[in-house]
């Protein structure tokens, strides 16, 4: 099964959106996702302070700031 990870954290505008598209798409999908926050795990902040939101499939990097909703789509399905 595929493992959608959206890393981010709290108030940050670019996560909340990034959150609607990847709601959206795996919601439409059926694939699972969750999301992580940077401040409660200190190696995703090493990772990712500079690149949040980060969209990860399977462990590896798909996008950062900004989601396209039909790459993701095509990347899922």
Known sequence: M???VL?????????EQAEL????????LGVEW????ILDDPELAD??????PVVLIDGEEFCHWRVD?????QELA
């Open 69 to 73: 909703p039909e790459a993701l789509k």
């Open 34 to 37: 969750e999301t992580q926050s």
């Open 2 to 4: 595929t493992r959608v």
């Open 47 to 52: 990772e990712f302070w500079e690149s949040i």
């Open 7 to 15: 890393v981010g954290k709290p108030d940050c505008h670019l996560c």
């Open 21 to 28: 598209v990847v709601s959206r798409v795996c919601g439409d």
